[in-house]
T-cell receptor, first 113, second 116 residues
């Protein structure tokens, strides 16, 4: 079945550092790929998405490129801020009747001033 | 998100009592989902709905039931709460895509349930 694997956290960075959170997936067909962010005490929010190979999703300085050849969708940001501290979830939509997403386990990011 | 609300936001209940959590949407989306989030387990799907009165089980459905009598409401019931059901519960909604395109989910703010 479909699965998503994320790097385990926590990831701890200093402010203005470069961020990469790795995400790889296993799926049949051509899934859409998503990154969600969860701030403390809140629900998950869609951060960015990509629907086909080589698409780049971007939002709020974050980017991720849909790489079908490596089945990856790594999240990057050039300069993180303290306010980016959150848990990040990679997800994919497979070919299923329930329109369901499969989520990775989440990666906690902590940014220090 | 203003289009989806969960109630209550917090609840403490005793073991063996029934509990119902409510998810309400104003987006007229077809699909609705209940997840639980626990440390070390990420998000786990409990039940989902693909239309009024149309529901199906997720990976952790034991001990839970759901109902959807109207498009806008999706209820999650713990028939007899146990301490293992202490968790944060999230509702999500999704609209139908075309040609297999998935728009993704919109999540509610969550319900923190403690069973003592």
């Amino acid at each position: 079945g479909d699965s998503v694997t994320q790097m385990e956290g926590p990831v701890t960075l200093s402010e203005e550092a470069f961020l990469t959170i790795n995400c790889t997936y296993t799926a049949t067909g051509y899934p859409s790929l998503f990154w969600y962010v969860q701030y403390p005490g809140e629900g998950l929010q869609l951060l960015l998405k990509a629907t086909k190979a080589d698409d780049k999703g971007s939002n709020k300085g974050f980017e991720a490129t849909y790489r079908k050849e490596t089945t990856s969708f790594h999240l990057e940001k050039g300069s993180v801020q303290v306010s980016d501290s959150a848990v990040y979830f990679c997800a994919l939509s497979g070919n299923n009747a329930g329109n369901m997403l499969t989520f990775g386990g989440g990666t906690r990011l902590m940014v220090k001033p | 998100d203003a289009g989806i609300t969960q109630s209550p936001r917090h609840k403490v209940t005793e073991t063996g009592t029934p509990v119902t959590l409510r998810c309400h949407q104003t987006e007229n989306h077809r699909y609705m989902y209940w997840y639980r989030q626990d440390p070390g387990h990420g998000l786990r799907l409990i039940h989902y709905s693909y239309g009024v009165k149309d529901t199906d089980k997720g990976e952790v459905s034991d001990g839970y039931s759901v109902s959807r009598s109207k498009t806008e409401d999706f209820l999650l019931t713990l028939e007899s709460a146990t301490s293992s059901q202490t968790s944060v519960y999230f509702c999500a909604i999704s609209e139908s895509g075309t040609a297999g395109y998935n728009y993704g989910y919109t999540f509610g703010s969550g319900t923190r349930l403690t069973v003592v």
